[in-house]
RNA sequence: GGAGAAAUGGCAGAGUGGUCGAAUGCGGCGGUCUUGAAAACCGUUGUCCUGCUAUCGUGGGACCGGGGGUUCGAAUCCCUCUUUCUCCGCCA
């Protein structure tokens, strides 16, 4: 959420900096700016007679004190009238504010100026590349093969036990999956991130701090009954955690890593590309999030973008980092870079991070703020997260660039994990 | 799930209708003293909205778990929701 007086003082730059994300901003701003002129107005004159009301009350408790009744009730008959107008104020005010509150959120975060124009995934930029793609034994098996191959992931049962989407890991494939945890966390906690194991469900107060809600309701299962939604990333209970909370500027950077599953309704978004691994209902990911100083948060995701990298690497994945353009960003990011490792077997791209600077735009949706030592006044902290990684393409890479025809070679970072060198 | 009690500033804890944004203590910050530190003493100490001011500031308003109500006036009374605690029941 844009601040209210950015939105005053910045009005043609915030419509310039939002053709880059294609989004014509121009009416919605001068609707919340016509709209929070007639909220101050209206607001000024009802405090003007809030403090009026203030002052004669206070007489009417002197003059009863003093026993003069007559005057206190004279007194009395004036407040009706203030009170009235008091009330009709208020409730003109009431509406005003919930239309001006419904436009602001319409608008999405501003761009970093590093952030180019475009329209799609085709527009964004290569920022760099690592790892070798090498030729895999003729044939090469898609993951969901050799998934069922060698007996590690099964999506039938998930079918029979959940639904579609919903994968059983088996055997190995589980102690891979919890390899894979394992070792993101702990190479969080070597890079100074402090780990955090938080609910799955969350409230509807988290789900617009982070906002999740109320422009992506469709993407959350929600749990009606008690109103609750199971969380999409961990990005959601791990920022709100600073909800409502005012830092010392000595804090920041905060550094949380977590691991959590991940649950995405990802309605209307099945087709062609999306068998196995590539998307499901359920997932599991870490995730790193940051709160950090305005002023050093694009070092704070440099040295996540980093952080991320360095997972890749030790796991042998060929991959490349992408600056997304400003049609393919989120609603609420200022600078993306997506990862992308090579599937050997599908000879495609997967996306398995995501890692963003939100600046101040969930920091204000949050109210997490900050003060600098010997300074009275507050401002909003910088968030940033990124996943690190999310597991399920991860594993599809894996399985499918390290297969030899006769099983599965595990990663050499992971063996002290899973405690086997093959999938057979 | 049943019965009862409670929710106040960073923390502890007063306050049961009238200058209460809120006593007091602790903590924090600034100062005096000291070579330095501690102790002691003095001062200061929330957030949000808004007007004026180039700035330090300063005027007004709101906020005592959330929402609503009664009243000229609510931290204080009423309703409601949420949360916490105690007892009982159930339970990984």
């Known amino acids: 959420m844009l601040t209210i007086s950015l939105i005053r003082e910045k009005k043609d730059f915030i419509i310039e900096r939002l053709k880059i994300k294609n989004f014509d901003a121009e009416d919605i701003l001068e609707k919340i700016i016509s709209l929070d002129t007639a909220r101050r107005e209206k607001q000024t004159r009802a405090d003007l007679l809030h403090g009026e009301m203030n002052i004669i009350s206070r007489d009417i408790g002197s003059l009863i004190k003093e026993g003069r009744q007559n005057e206190a009730e004279e007194a009395k ?76 992931i099964d999506f039938d049962l998930g079918i029979k036990i959940t639904g579609a989407g919903f994968p059983l890991y088996k055997g190995k494939g589980a102690r891979l999956e919890r390899a894979l945890i394992n070792f993101f966390l702990d190479e969080g906690v070597k890079a100074g991130y402090r780990e955090m194991m938080p609910p799955v469900v969350v409230n509807e107060d988290s789900g617009f701090g982070t906002g999740q809600l109320p422009d992506k309701e469709g993407q959350m299962y929600h749990v009606g009954l008690d109103n609750l939604y199971l969380i999409p990333t961990a990005e959601v209970p791990v920022t709100n955690i600073y909800r409502d909370s005012i830092l010392n500027a000595a804090e ?34 870490v995730e790193i999030v940051q709160i950090a100083h305005p002023d050093r948060s694009y070092e704070a995701l440099e040295e996540m973008v ?28 200022a600078l993306t870079y997506d990862f992308e490792v090579w599937s050997g077997a599908q000879k495609r791209w ?42 399920p393409r991860i594993v599809a890479a894996i399985i499918e660039n390290n297969q030899t025809g006769t099983g599965i070679r595990v990663p050499q970072v992971l063996v002290p994990y899973t405690g086997f060198e093959m999938i057979d």
């Open 77 to 152: 008959e004036k407040t009706y009238k203030i009170k009235e107008e008091i009330r009709s104020l208020t409730d003109e005010l009431g509406p005003i504010d919930e239309e001006l509150r419904s436009e602001i959120i319409k608008l999405p975060n501003l761009p970093h100026h590093s952030v180019s124009h475009g329209h799609g995934a085709d527009d964004n930029v290569k920022v760099r590349e690592g790892g070798e793609i090498t030729a895999l034994p003729e044939p090469a098996l898609p993951h969901w093969d050799l998934i069922k191959k060698y007996d590690i």
């Open 306 to 333: 980093n952080h991320v990298e360095s997972l890749i690497v030790k796991l042998g994945l060929p991959y490349r980092i992408m600056r997304l353009c400003g049609g393919d960003m989120s609603f609420t990011s």
């Open 252 to 285: 920041l950077p905060v550094k949380n890593v977590a691991y959590t599953p991940c649950f995405r309704r990802e309605a209307g978004s099945w087709g062609a590309h999306v068998r196995g691994l590539n998307r499901l209902h359920q997932f599991d990911k």
């Open 350 to 391: 997967l996306e398995v991070s995501s890692t963003s600077n939100f600046e101040s735009f969930q920091a204000n949706r949050l109210r997490c703020r900050f003060r600098e030592k010997g300074n009275k006044q507050t401002q909003l902290v910088h968030t940033l997260n990124g996943s690190a990684l999310a597991l």
